[in-house]
Nanobody, 125 residues
Framework: VTLKESGGGSVQAGGSLRLSCVFSGDEYDTACMGWFRQAAGKGREGVASIHMDGSPSYPNSVKGRFTISKDSAKNVLYLQMNSLNSEDTAKYYC????????????????????WGQGTQVTVSS
């Protein structure tokens, strides 16, 4: 499985960005996917996940602002981010796994087998 993110950049507070993650590999290994971020000096946190049945999940910190989607025909995972603020500044990673490995792991990222190299998002106020 390979994952490659793109779409990061600098944006002003209140702006929007769409991240993309092109993936390849076994469909079972990419059945459950998610977006995570890590700000400088902070731990990793999950911001969105999508189950193999297409159902999305979000933590309260981004609910209503971020939208995850997956185009399985094109093998691309997206993260639409709206109403960005300075607290969203971080490096964003996409991750993939077989679903049973991430069930119950919450937003820690534990269980995800495959990770991309990340794309930086910087929000200025």
């Amino acid at each position: 499985v390979t994952l490659k993110e793109s779409g990061g950049g600098s944006v002003q507070a209140g702006g929007s960005l769409r991240l993309s993650c092109v993936f390849s590999g076994d469909e079972y290994d990419t059945a459950c996917m998610g977006w995570f971020r890590q700000a400088a000096g902070k731990g990793r946190e999950g911001v969105a996940s999508i189950h193999m049945d297409g159902s999305p999940s979000y933590p309260n910190s981004v609910k209503g602002r971020f939208t995850i989607s997956k185009d399985s025909a094109k093998n691309v995972l997206y993260l639409q981010m709206n109403s960005l603020n300075s607290e969203d500044t971080a490096k964003y990673y996409c991750a993939a796994s077989r679903c049973y490995l991430v069930a119950g792991s919450g937003w820690t990222g534990r269980g995800y087998q495959y990770w991309g190299q990340g794309t930086q998002v910087t929000v200025s106020s």
